[in-house]
């Protein structure tokens, strides 16, 4: 007798009992559903939530094998153990074994706290409010480890999933009733309540903390850097100049929080969700727009000298306005967070505006606030809130097209 | 004997649970998540304000049947008006520090829902004994909430509780920040305040079935 079987004899038998929802939830998260409709006029169609979630997830798995490289090689580049990587992305500096035994070391476990805290929460609602696990969470528990520096201590990450899935997500009626996206939610609350471990030069390069605080003991060490792209330019830094650093930071051979540097493997991840109608091509290409309007804005005052050499923001408001687009979490906030069906717009021009706001935003933060140095993580949130106030007003401008329209047609 | 009649003691019970100014009437909330960062803030607060909605109310209540209807909202203001100029006072005479961190919200207590709300609500119709004793049960109602969301701030934000280390030292690294946990900064922001005054509002409705709401 296989899996399924057992299952569902398990569902059968908890049946009305307080635990029920959780056999289920196994069940429907392995197997087709027993309870499928089999008769009469049915559209049939394949992408259901769970089919929805696990086409995001796929498009994260690049991602995260990169990023599992990446750390080793941050680490071992910072400790001066291996040579820059130089033969483009498939350079065998990079994809080497040791590079990947530091990653996993230190991401799987993220993953598996991300996905085993908020599981276990969803549970425990849909226990308490008995209703069934919805799978909502999948996508979070995913986008979680991938947007956090590498360091990040477990207990801080499940005591920030614990508040992002219940204060974001289950307080507003669970799945699909979320008004904020639950991955920047639970971002955000690490960004305020551990800003030391959230930002700053040291956090995104494994190790190079650690390091920090021997020296502070008395170590007489080599002090690591974990200086990010954003980082060294808000500081007037010049960095990214080089044809070769930017193919770096394309490429995604930079630190950074976990997941978010390899734009190409984001751009791939982007193409496969548009072609797959899961992302919105809306969404992205508008947000891209606003961030390189933001940015031209930029390189304009900067060249027309009204701004000082020595003001704080000069560094990244002369940065390449296209630039922007490598550089930072831009891309992957982009193309995984903002595209959320549940918490962005719904309109199709509802999708330009807020989109486009998004951009827009993310640059404008990045370089006006030096002490937030992700702007694209308040900026979808931002957006998020005024979602559904855009929705309203494109509703209700079409409402009143179509009604002079009608006007028209009867005079 | 006992010192008060069922009914009186209701107007001081209430407030606390069933029908507290914070969490069921939703007053009050701007003072509430500026200052209870800090427990000696939240108390010093909740202080001032049986104070001023006891006294106050004392006072609306013997003068309720000579203020013109017309003009009573500028004599409530000026009723609270002086009671708060009081309160600021003692303040910057007996625990200067103290006033300085609660800086202008002592004096914004005057425009603090709670206090015009019973002022109209029950000081206006009642004789002064019972305006006192409705005037220092919301006064309390609305303090307890003050203490708990102070209380919380302060110990998950700063570590301390009425300014004493009682996790251990963050800096010298020793009894929890020895483990390696860390004072959550958000606590400390206005935000959280909300969110905490929030999950009292969930834990208590959970709780008392004669608040949840029909669908």
Known sequence: ??????????????????????????????????????????????????????????????????????????????????????????????????????????????????????????????????????????????????????????????????????????????????????????????????????????????????????????????????????????????????????????????????????????????????????????????????????????????????????????GLMNTTFWHHLLIGGFAFGVVYMATDPVTGSQTNKGKWIYGFLIGFLSIMIRVFNPAYPEGVMLAILLMNVFAPTIDHYVVKANVKRRLKRLKTIKA | MALLSKKDAKLITDPLADNNPITIQVLGICSALAITAELNASLVMAVSVIFVLGVGNVVISLMRNIIPSKIRIIVQLIVVAALVIIVDLVLKAFAYELSKTLSVFIGLIITNCIIMGRFEAFALANGPWRAFLDGVGNALGYGIILIIVGFFRELLGSGTLFGIPVLGDPIAKTGLYAFGYENNGFMIMPPMALIVVGLIIWVQRSKNEALIEEN
Not at chain 1, 77 to 103: C, H, K, P, R, Y
Not at chain 1, 109 to 123: C, I
Not at chain 1, 183 to 209: C, E, N, Q
């Open chain 1, 1 to 314: 007798m296989g899996l399924k079987q057992n299952l569902h004899k398990l569902k059968e038998k908890y049946k009305g009992t307080k635990i029920a929802p959780a056999f289920g939830a196994f069940h429907t998260f392995l197997y087709t559903p027993n309870d499928t409709a089999k008769a009469g006029t049915h559209i049939k169609a394949a992408d259901d939530l769970k089919r929805t979630m696990n086409i995001v997830i796929i498009a994260l798995i690049p991602c995260l094998i990169f990023a599992m490289f990446n750390a080793g090689y941050q680490q071992y580049l910072a400790l001066g153990e291996i040579q820059a990587v130089s033969g483009g992305f498939f350079s065998s500096e990079f994809w080497t074994m040791d590079n990947l035994i530091v990653g996993l070391w230190k991401i799987l476990p993220l993953v598996f706290v991300s996905y085993g805290v908020g599981l276990g929460v969803e549970f425990i609602f849909a226990t308490i409010k008995d209703h069934e696990v919805e799978e909502g969470y999948l996508v979070t528990g995913m986008l979680v480890p991938l947007i956090v520096p590498i360091d990040i201590p477990i207990w801080m990450l499940t005591v920030a999933v614990i508040f992002g899935v219940v204060i974001g997500k289950e307080v507003f009626g669970g799945t699909g009733m979320n008004v904020l996206n639950p991955a920047l939610t639970i971002r955000a609350f690490l960004f305020f309540a551990y800003p030391t471990w959230m930002s700053g030069d040291k956090v995104w390069v494994h190790g190079a903390v650690a390091r920090t605080n021997e020296i502070a003991a008395g170590s007489t060490a080599d002090a690591m850097s974990g200086e990010t792209i954003l980082g060294s330019l808000a500081q007037g830094n010049n960095v990214i100049e080089s044809a070769d650093s930017i193919w770096n930071a394309f490429y995604g051979f930079i630190p950074g929080s976990v997941g978010e540097t390899s734009t190409l493997l984001i751009l791939l991840g982007g193409l496969f969700l548009i072609f797959t109608k899961i992302g919105s091509w809306r969404i992205m290409l508008s947000s891209v727009l606003g961030a390189l309007v933001m940015g031209l804005i930029f390189n304009g005052v900067a060249d027309a000298g009204i701004i000082s050499e020595g003001s704080n923001f000069y």
